[in-house]
């Protein structure tokens, strides 16, 4: 079997070698600030049980472990849909704009860019592995976090002099598989798209497009006849997702079916995620939160080349929205 490809991260204009991925680490209700239930809260995150995994990602804890200033600002930003409109029934539900606010000026506060902090194994009985920390930092993850819908993501790098770090990154994301959840954005566009004077048509055409369905589904199918990974070309087992988001598209961008690509499952859920893009001259960029060993299950890597791939004019600009707004780079 060939051996993972190495690759590279630019983080705070220093390049590191990314050695593995530890990705979705849940934070759960019992572990945020913002909770929808009656406990008191704990400040030990639960990263797995114990096992090979486990000992060979955490071979050493007196590691330095790190987030980024804007990393912060990031995930508030991709936050606020549900801290302005929360969807979930929090405990302080009534208060989460006025929270928002306060992390932001928290967030701002700060003047170092890496955010550096130690953690420890906390005393738990197998196999359950449970870490905390004392951190400032670590408080503030849990400070912003918002249960189900975000989660940790740990990349281990190591810098060109050979030492190694933990870069821990969160995100959110509206379309967990914990709990059945609606973007809040776009719950309010398909709102206002059936609360519209528009004919029944357009506003059906724009609903079903938000589910890869209806004429926008049949116009990108045609244009897109196979997943350019795989080339399978039955349609059962196409995607028909978006490039820009639905939800972040104007209404001709929506149904526009060159804002989309037909790909199965796996790739489609990759791209959605922001795992993947792809540059106008068809090759594949990969998202270092792919450990190197999940990259070559996959079969995918950095400057993989997609002959098939169906880019034009009007992809190459949706594209570059991709790149800039979807990918964890």
């Given at each position: 079997m060939l051996e993972p490809k190495t690759q590279k991260i630019r983080i705070a204009n220093e390049t590191y070698e990314v050695l593995d991925a530890l990705n979705n680490i849940t934070l759960a209700d019992s572990f945020v600030k913002n909770k929808t239930g009656t406990g008191h809260g704990e400040a030990k995150l639960y990263v797995g049980n114990v096992g090979d995994r486990y000992h060979e990602f955490f071979d050493n804890l007196d590691r330095e472990f790190f987030f980024l200033k804007e990393d912060f600002d990031k995930y508030l930003l991709d936050a606020k849909e549900e801290y302005m409109?929360?969807?979930?029934?929090?405990?302080?539900?009534?208060?989460?704009?006025?929270?928002?606010s306060e992390l932001q000026d928290r967030v701002s506060e700060y003047a170092k860019r890496i955010m550096s902090f130690s953690v420890y194994r906390k005393d738990v009985n197998p196999p359950r592995v449970y870490l905390q920390s004392d951190s400032d930092y670590y408080d503030l993850?849990?400070?912003?976090?918002?249960p189900n819908i975000s989660y940790l993501s740990i990349m281990k790098v190591k810098s060109s002099a050979g030492k190694v770090y933990y870069y821990c990154r969160i995100?959110?994301?509206?379309?967990?598989?914990?709990?059945?959840?609606?973007?809040?954005?776009a719950q309010a566009e398909e709102k206002k798209i059936i609360e519209s004077n528009m004919s029944?048509?357009?506003?059906?055409?724009?609903?079903?497009?938000?589910?890869?369905?209806?004429?926008?589904?049949?116009?990108?199918?045609d244009d897109c006849q196979y997943c350019p990974f795989t080339l399978v070309n039955d349609e059962r087992l196409l995607i028909a997702s978006h490039i820009k988001p639905w939800a972040r598209s104007t209404d001709e961008e929506k149904i526009d079916y060159k804002n989309g690509f037909a790909l199965t499952p796996t790739y489609d859920r990759l791209f959605d995620q922001g795992y993947?893009?792809?540059?106008?001259?068809k090759t594949v960029t990969v998202s270092p939160w792919i450990s190197p060993m999940n990259q070559h299950r996959l079969n995918i890597y950095d400057g993989m080349s997609l002959p098939k791939l169906q880019i034009d004019d009007k992809r190459s600009k949706y594209l570059e929205y991709?790149?800039?707004n979807v990918y964890k780079g």
């Amino acid at each position: 079997m060939l051996e993972p490809k190495t690759q590279k991260i630019r983080i705070a204009n220093e390049t590191y070698e990314v050695l593995d991925a530890l990705n979705n680490i849940t934070l759960a209700d019992s572990f945020v600030k913002n909770k929808t239930g009656t406990g008191h809260g704990e400040a030990k995150l639960y990263v797995g049980n114990v096992g090979d995994r486990y000992h060979e990602f955490f071979d050493n804890l007196d590691r330095e472990f790190f987030f980024l200033k804007e990393d912060f600002d990031k995930y508030l930003l991709d936050a606020k849909e549900e801290y302005m409109n929360p969807q979930q029934d929090y405990v302080k539900k009534e208060k989460m704009p006025e929270i928002y606010s306060e992390l932001q000026d928290r967030v701002s506060e700060y003047a170092k860019r890496i955010m550096s902090f130690s953690v420890y194994r906390k005393d738990v009985n197998p196999p359950r592995v449970y870490l905390q920390s004392d951190s400032d930092y670590y408080d503030l993850m849990r400070s912003v976090g918002i249960p189900n819908i975000s989660y940790l993501s740990i990349m281990k790098v190591k810098s060109s002099a050979g030492k190694v770090y933990y870069y821990c990154r969160i995100f959110i994301d509206y379309k967990s598989d914990i709990v059945k959840y609606e973007s809040p954005l776009a719950q309010a566009e398909e709102k206002k798209i059936i609360e519209s004077n528009m004919s029944e048509k357009k506003k059906q055409s724009l609903v079903e497009a938000r589910q890869g369905q209806g004429e926008y589904r049949r116009k990108l199918i045609d244009d897109c006849q196979y997943c350019p990974f795989t080339l399978v070309n039955d349609e059962r087992l196409l995607i028909a997702s978006h490039i820009k988001p639905w939800a972040r598209s104007t209404d001709e961008e929506k149904i526009d079916y060159k804002n989309g690509f037909a790909l199965t499952p796996t790739y489609d859920r990759l791209f959605d995620q922001g795992y993947i893009t792809f540059t106008d001259d068809k090759t594949v960029t990969v998202s270092p939160w792919i450990s190197p060993m999940n990259q070559h299950r996959l079969n995918i890597y950095d400057g993989m080349s997609l002959p098939k791939l169906q880019i034009d004019d009007k992809r190459s600009k949706y594209l570059e929205y991709h790149r800039t707004n979807v990918y964890k780079g």
